[in-house]
């Protein structure tokens, strides 16, 4: 079975859909990144919004005590970008992100 180490270069849904092992490694990054608890809250704050800078979303997070400190921010964003549910958006020295398709199944979740 192959590892995420063979498919660290794959940018889109459609690379991984060309296999089935691609297909099946999505699925469960997607299954990982929506049903951990401290990335659903962040997904379902920026589908509020549809689009959050880094800045104002590392706030909210930490004035609700569901992050410590920025470098658990960076990872589970890392995490949610990988499994396509989240897109990071750089513009003029700013990081924005923004809810994807696959993202908004928070509204199905609750």
């Known amino acids: 079975m192959p590892d995420e180490f063979d498919f660290k270069n794959y940018k889109s849904m459609e690379e991984y859909g060309k296999t089935v092992e691609g297909t099946r490694y ?60 989240i897109k990071k958006i750089e513009e003029e020295n700013n990081i924005y992100y923004e809810i994807t398709q696959s993202g908004q199944v928070v509204d199905y979740l609750k």
Do not use: G, Q, T, W
């Not at 809250?41 to 880094?54: D, E, P, W, Y």
């Not at 590392?58 to 410590?68: E, T």
């Open 26 to 85: 999505l699925h469960s990054l997607y299954l990982k990144a929506v049903n951990h608890p401290i990335r659903r809250k962040i997904l379902i704050l920026v589908n509020r919004v549809k689009k959050i800078s880094k800045e104002n979303l590392l706030k909210a997070l930490l004035d609700k005590s569901v992050i410590n400190d920025e470098s658990s921010l960076n990872y589970n964003m890392d995490y949610l970008i990988k499994a396509f549910c």
